[in-house]
């Protein structure tokens, strides 16, 4: 989808410049309404809400900031009326992905998806942590996300690279050795 991360290019450009020029805002704080005002904009029912043509702006910024768990910042409001008012909800979800890469470079920092067979708690969390670090040089923001089809093991995406130590993936590997 080139055509929306163009769209939202000129905005997540725009809040991280507001964000890092602002004294005293916290760039975590910001990704964190960021990323909520992305969750409830990708709403299916909220979507077609704010496209029916009986919907004013001031209905879909209440419903937003009803729908948001905590109080929106000024900075918040101002960014979703933005959004709202010039018929970009469709790229809000873009827009916060292009903002954390932002922030990610300006942290020396990557976002990393760690997919597990099993839960995995603080502890393990943060020795497997410790290792993708020292693998992939970098800091990486860690998510977990539990996957049973992988039946042991884990699967970690970092940007377009991925490292797949699980079980399923040294299954399939044997198969085509087998096979071959």
Same mark, same amino acid.
């Given at each position: 989808m080139a055509e929306l991360a163009t769209i939202a290019r000129p905005y997540a450009d725009a809040l991280f410049k507001a964000a890092t020029a602002g004294a005293g805002v916290d760039l975590g704080n910001t990704v964190a309404w960021v990323?909520?005002? *992305? *969750?409830?904009a990708a709403n299916p029912q909220l979507r077609q809400l704010a496209d029916s043509p009986k919907a004013t702006?001031?209905? %879909?910024?209440?419903v937003f900031t009803g729908v948001a768990r905590s109080a929106l910042p000024e900075m918040a409001k101002n960014f979703l009326r933005? %959004?709202?008012?010039?018929?970009?909800?469709? *790229?809000l979800p873009e827009v916060a992905e292009q903002f954390r890469a932002l922030v990610n470079r300006r942290n020396g920092s990557s976002d990393a998806v760690v997919y597990s067979a099993f839960p995995m708690d603080g502890a393990a969390l943060a020795d497997v942590g410790a290792a993708l670090e020292k693998r992939f040089g970098r800091?990486?923001?860690l998510t977990v996300q539990q996957d049973e089809s992988l039946i042991g093991g884990i699967r970690v995406v970092v940007g377009d690279e991925v490292l797949d130590t699980s079980v399923k993936a040294r299954l399939e590997q044997m198969k085509a050795v087998l096979t071959a």
């Open positions: 990323d909520e005002l *992305a *969750a409830i702006a001031d209905q %879909v910024f209440d933005t %959004v709202i008012d010039n018929g970009r909800l469709s *790229a800091k990486l923001n």
